[in-house]
């Protein structure tokens, strides 16, 4: 199920068209090809979904609702929080509505 | 390892204050209404979330959920996941897919089944990963079963051009790309549904803009309201269309304004448009043919089309679900999971007769789930 929490992007790699995002704490990467070029910088707030930004959010909303995540998650661990994170990136049937 | 899973974290975004001061102000506007508000959601996302929550109990008795098509696993129909069970048991090849798919079952087997028996059968993380398997394994085939609506169709497109890019050419595609306009304007003209207003999955409005709504309230006079997923977000969408309906009036709304637009992702849009294009038929599990409600490749990838090129292993005939499920009759919004008769009792998510009960987004999944019926 898609609660789809909001990636700041931590570095971008122009040569491989990838970007390290960084959700919630846990780092991982994601492919910029459905992106525009030059479109997505260092700091953004972005949204992922199996392995690629999928659009851009705005910064107000994105801190709005990594808000309520992170009382969510503070009360983790740091397993448990990298396995929520990579689980909502994956969700399985997200290709649905 | 403890056991908390994803869903549980949803409980974090129940605000009930904001929920009962929503609650308060549907049951005020439905006053209004003329006639009863049958809203069909069309996500299994959303279904979850409405029974999750319980949210039936918090509406006001002239509104009804309507639960739509809206799962890429449900709709997939048993000859498509045949295709991908002839297509793995072919030699030398690894047949790669994402998520449920591989639970589901096709007219005999699953690819579950197939790869405890041996098959090159591999879940994917993200469909880039087929690449790199493509890559490291020259001497073999490998075959994409692409599944998804309109959310996953440029991550499908975006392998295809970066496989083309780089002079890959052992990796195949089968794809199984459907779209949600055809299958809701098919259940529409249909007309048996009787359905008044519209909640619209916001994931493949991120893509697609929520522009391919916009035919709907012209041609039906229905309300569309582009929503989230969370209680909170669910509930504002059916106040914005019951407002709409009670003022007489038919438009498509935005409710998740934090990331969708009319126009979408263009680039996305653009990517798609490159490799696929409408299939003219596509059987949907349930609710059968329905015309230019799928993607397949264009002619000049025909190379790359596991369909044409490994045509002779792939069964054609149409394969109906078990006579008792009745999900086809769910899916077109005629019908609730409790009506069917092994709904619970032959049918559970451990031993699932139709796909409504295998997908975890699928309707009886979910109210087997969360209606109380678990005992
Ligand atoms: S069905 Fe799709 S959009 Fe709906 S919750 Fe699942 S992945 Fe997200
Ligand atoms: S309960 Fe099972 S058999 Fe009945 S409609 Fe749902 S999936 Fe089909």
Known sequence: MCLSIPSKVVSVDREKNTAVVDTMGVKREAGLDLMEEGSVNVDDYVLIHIGFVMNKIDEED?????????????KMDEEERSRVVLEDDNCENRGTP | MSELKLKDLYDGFRDPATIRMLSAQ??????????????????????????????PQLLPDNID??????????????????????????????LVTLGDMIRVPGSQSSLAVERAAGRDIRPLYTPMDALKIAKEHPDKRVIFFAIGFETTTPMTAA???????????????????????PAIDAIMSDGRAKINAFIGPSHVSVITGAKIYAPLPE????????CG???????????????????????????YSRSVTMEGNVKAQQLIDTYLRARSHFRWRGIGDIPDSALELKPEFAHLDAEKVFAEVLPTEPIDDHKLCICGTILKGLAKPME???FGTACTPNTPLGSCMVSSEGACNAYYRYAGVLG
């Open chain 2, 26 to 55: 549907i049951g005020e506007a439905a006053k209004a209404l003329h006639e009863p508000l049958r809203i069909m959601e069309v996500c299994g996302g959303h279904t979850h979330t409405i029974m999750k929550y319980g949210l």
């Open chain 2, 340 to 342: 069917c008769k092994v």
């Open chain 2, 159 to 181: 392998l295809l051009h970066a496989a083309i890019a780089q002079k890959v050419t052992n990796l195949y595609f089968h794809i199984n790309h459907v779209l949600v306009p």
């Open chain 2, 229 to 255: 997923f969370e209680p909170v977000d669910v509930m504002q969408g059916i106040l914005m269309a019951v407002r709409q309906q009670a003022e007489g009036r038919a438009e498509l709304e935005i409710e």
């Open chain 2, 65 to 94: 959920f309507i639960h739509g098509p809206g799962c890429p696993v449900c709709i997939m129909p048993k000859e498509r996941i045949d295709h991908a069970i002839a297509l793995a048991r072919m030699d030398d090849t690894i």
């Open chain 1, 62 to 74: 994105a801190l709005e609702s990594l808000k309520v995540y992170h009382e969510i998650l503070a």
């Open chain 2, 219 to 226: 041609k039906y006079g229905t309300p569309v309201v582009v």
